[in-house]
């Protein structure tokens, strides 16, 4: 099993900001990534198709050989982590706990935001999540829906993403002013931190802490690993494979998110 | 062949303003839609997807005994007209032909300016449409990915909706400030012309022409039916029958793109 590969799952490239976090802090593990570029976004659809969609993603890994199923994808780990866990025996990591452990770890006030898409949002996930934690913290939660199309037309540094920013966290601070933590609870959402930050600044009146899932997932792949021994003993780097279902655009997009060239990819197609 | 509907597909919702445009032209005709919502969107995807979703769409509609085929995506017009009018007997009317002959029916100056979708830009189907119908005009494209976004967030009339409407519609004035119509290459744009229209006459310091393919589509399926001897026979009104692969939002996003309450909607699962 430690020769085994990670494999991890998104339902497009912004998933690679999990890899890259998990390639820093466990670099002689291979992985295998799976972006499911063909059906993205997972986050305006229907919790029974993200289900769907899902585990036919981790089908795909799984006959791949490895070793432990890492969900990058928030909307995916909002509505699929069950039927993931019941369906395969390996370790399933999702993104929504890891993040809502890293925002009782940064918050002083109690007060947490959590930016995500419509899915993930409505779901629910997020505040089921924070108040298994730690019952005494208060939620507020708000659906980002032009924050993915703005972080893939790159527009990361541009007025138009600082009026739609100030326009989301508006909202977000009409519901608690207090919040001194905000979740970017989507993996596209990391490319804008930035434009977020300062807007966020400029919004609440005073700096906020911004989390995201991506390096509190590695640390959960690292603990696992490390608990099972499952962990690779081989030395050097680990290598990468990319599997999506649709190229387009990822020879663009992928970069962005890896913070890398990306070697290669190849084109697969998945059961229904 | 008579009493038989006709067919219509699109990537989602936006394709019912064609659906709009056909059931005011031809009221008595009965309709089967078909809305590939749990695939959305196609503009971003590869002409490769694009055709083997077009087709799974196709044989749904063929299955439910349609006797004529719209394609009211622009996306699936550009990259998969061939394909479907290879593979199937029935009459098979796309977005990109109408919509180039509503421009030219519109221009005075010869000088037409395209929006439409990454793909529909891309796959050059607009330019190629109006050289063979005049090789005098001059055709101007350009891909505006957050129009479908922003349609459907809601955001019609908007000062982030104008704010993104003027770096589009004046990337496109600085191909060709001498256009004088716009031809919207995508069924999500047609609830956005008010505030397209208006900036549009700011940017190129004059009133342009917006034409959408919707009318001229419905023009064309009236010309077939009567060409063929296919029209309904029946008075009254025709039905119409909505389904979709996913179910996330339709009651929501359905009646913006219909202009008026959808009866009802049933979900439907496609092959590969």
């Known amino acids: 099993m430690q020769a085994q590969p990670l494999g991890v799952f998104d339902s497009g490239v912004g998933g690679l900001t999990v890899v890259r976090a998990i390639r820093r802090a466990l670099p002689a593990e291979s992985l295998e990534y799976l972006g499911d570029t063909a059906r993205l976004p997972y986050g305006s659809k229907s919790p029974e198709t993200v289900a769907r969609y899902s585990l036919a993603c981790a ?14 994808c928030n909307t995916a780990s909002a509505h699929a982590l069950g039927p993931l866990r019941a369906a395969f025996s390996v370790p399933v990591i999702g993104a929504v706990e890891p993040g809502a452990k890293s925002a009782l770890a940064a918050t ?12 993930t ?15 005494g913290v208060r939620v507020s939660v708000h659906a980002c829906p032009l924050l993915v199309p703005l972080a893939e037309e790159g527009w990361t540094d541009d007025e138009i993403t600082r009026a739609i920013a100030r326009r989301y966290l508006g909202e977000l601070a009409a519901k608690d002013p207090a919040i001194d933590t905000i979740v970017l609870g ?15 600044a400029e919004v609440f009146g005073r700096e906020l802490r911004l989390v995201d899932s991506a390096t509190a997932m590695a640390a959960e792949v690292a603990a696992v690993l490390a608990a099972t021994g499952g962990a690779t003993q081989a030395g050097g780097t680990g290598r990468l494979a990319c599997h ?15 913070g890398e060239p990306l070697a290669a990819h190849d084109l697969v197609e998945l059961a229904l």
């Open 186 to 200: 989507c993996t596209h959402y990391p490319i804008l931190a930035p434009v977020l930050e300062r807007v966020a």
């Open 244 to 258: 999506v279902t649709d190229a387009s655009r990822i020879d663009e997009l992928a970069p962005r998110f890896l």
């Open 59 to 72: 089908r795909f890994l799984l006959g791949r050989g490895v070793k432990l199923l890492v969900v990058a």
């Open 108 to 119: 002083r006030s109690g007060r947490v935001g959590v930016l995500g898409t419509l899915g």
């Open 121 to 135: 949002i409505r779901s629910g996930a997020y505040e089921a999540a924070l108040a298994a934690l730690d019952a």
